[in-house]
């Protein structure tokens, strides 16, 4: 699903230029759950965003369902953002003046879905986050975990091929957590992708594999026993 | 671009966003509200430059007799020029193309009484067609005919506020006055738009003035009334001419500027919309400035807008909102928000322009409008300029990186 091959990123701070990636390689099969791990500043959300084509790479090829992403202009590079992938964020990012369910259907209005078809599908997928009653609800009427499932209905309602979820779980408490890893592991049972930046070993353990990053490097990559969040809700 | 769902999208962020949508609207609204004001001040201004002159005939050039201030021909400075009933007919006589009427005018202030009722009075000797030189109104009864001159009849033509000084709410037509020891009939009342002075004067046949004077054959002054088919050039040519012709019948030296005076309407007048050009031109120049003013404010209105919205358009774009598409809303949103509140600034401006009618007529404004097509082009105007000041600011918007817009300040 995703190959990447010496990946190298810097960012230019006036003269001086911070290599953040220094050569990443690194692929991703259908279906797979993985975390990205490491200390702050070893650059997750940078590998994170460059996945998500909301950033560039300096150097090496990355290549998404067969499709290399290179050179994109910015309409082409928004409309393969909309087909192929979903977003989920630390601090939620949803649109304060629209409904739990104009939120998850937005990713729909700009994939041209017809308006009916947008609705069934926004409280098809509240409902699978177990959010269909508060459909009508603004974001600020909702908790931080209730934010984060509409986050999530959100990114899975443009069906996409791959979910990239940063610190997905960074302002929620532990319960709230494992609520939302349990949503996330839900959705990865049905073969969905799913990349998933955490510093937090436990929430990294509840997926299938490891990726440590250090320094711009990956460090160690591993397979490991999914825990499954279910036992603690 | 304009799919239905494209306009839903639109309304919902107007909607709820009432702050933004209100600031921009009322920006908008007072820009073009102001703008249509002041136009049709401007236009009211010049209205009540017109209606100065309206009130006389403005095909008029009156001659006024003078000292002369050269020697000529054996005549010396100083000698007092004066019109007769002559000067009438040799007028008549020689510019008959040029001419519609030429009437004399005799200025006198006599005690005029009416029973207990007694007042001064400006008392004109004039001709028939000095009715259309004032633009006098017949209110009732009639003005003096041909056949008041012809016979010398004691006759008089009185104003409206005369009647009223007099007789109070009585009829004066039919009764006699007394105009400076002489006894005259009312035949007439009438009413003049020059004011209140205009009303208080009595007109009578010029011959019976000169008849109770003495029987002389003088006249004050000579108002010739030419075809206004002249034109403004056409009138000073006319000008010039009467007036060497009356230089050389009095002997006066041509080059001598006080043996006749000349008021000429023609030149007045035209001095007089130059005056009222200018004052459009000023008025225009200012309400053009709040067009400026009101294109500035949009694009700072847009500016903070785009700011403020720049971490939805940031999640938008995440989510798949093409730069295009970006540009699309605001720009749609903003000519939207600016094409409703010119509208409707403008219908408010043209509302309050007709209610004002005539209430500013002590400020020199007189019945204020604004045509249709300028208020709806200056409209036009701030709406296109409105949206390119929103286009800039769109465009920078849709250019950001989502990554840029959604970073956790
Ligand atoms: N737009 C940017 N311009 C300049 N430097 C940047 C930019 N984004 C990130 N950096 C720098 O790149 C390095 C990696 O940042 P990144 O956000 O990828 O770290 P991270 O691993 O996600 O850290 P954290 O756990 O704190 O989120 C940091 O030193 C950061 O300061
Ligand atoms: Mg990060």
Redesign the pocket.
Known sequence: MIQIKDLHKS???GKNS?H??KGINFNVEEGELVAIM????????????ILGML?ELDEGTYTLDGVAIKNLNETKAAQYRNKFLGFIFQSFNLINYKSAAENVALPLYYQKVARKERQEKALKYLTQVGLKEWANHLPSELSGGQKQRVAIARAMAAEPKVLLA??PTGALDSTTSYEVMDLIQKINDQGNTILI?T?EPDIADMCKRIVH?KD?VIIEDKKIEQVRASKYV | MFSRDNWREIFQTIQKNKLRTFLSGFTVALGILIFVVLFGFGNGLINTFQLFFEDDAQNIITFFPGQTTKPYKGYKSGRQIEFDRSDLADIEKNFPMFLEYVTPRIGRTYLTKFKNESNNYSTRGVAPSHQFAEKTIIMKGRYLDKLDILKKTKTAVIGRLVERDLFGQKDAIGNYIDVGGSVFKIVGVYQDDGGDDEERRIYVPYTTLQLIEKNNDKVDQIIVAFKPELGYSGAMALEKSLSTFFKEKKYINPNDQNGIFIRNVAEGLKQTQQLARVLQLIVSFVAFGTIIAGIIGISNIMVFVVKERTKELGIRKALGATPKSVIGTILLESIFITTISGVLGMLIGIAILSSLDKTLEDFFITDPFIDLSVAIFATVVLIIFGGVAGYIPAKRAARIKP??AL?DE
């Open positions: 960012y230019k701070m911070l953040v990636l490491g200390s702050s500043g070893s650059g997750k959300s940078t590998l994170l965003n950033d940063d610190e930046v510093h990053l711009g | 990554i840029v970073r």
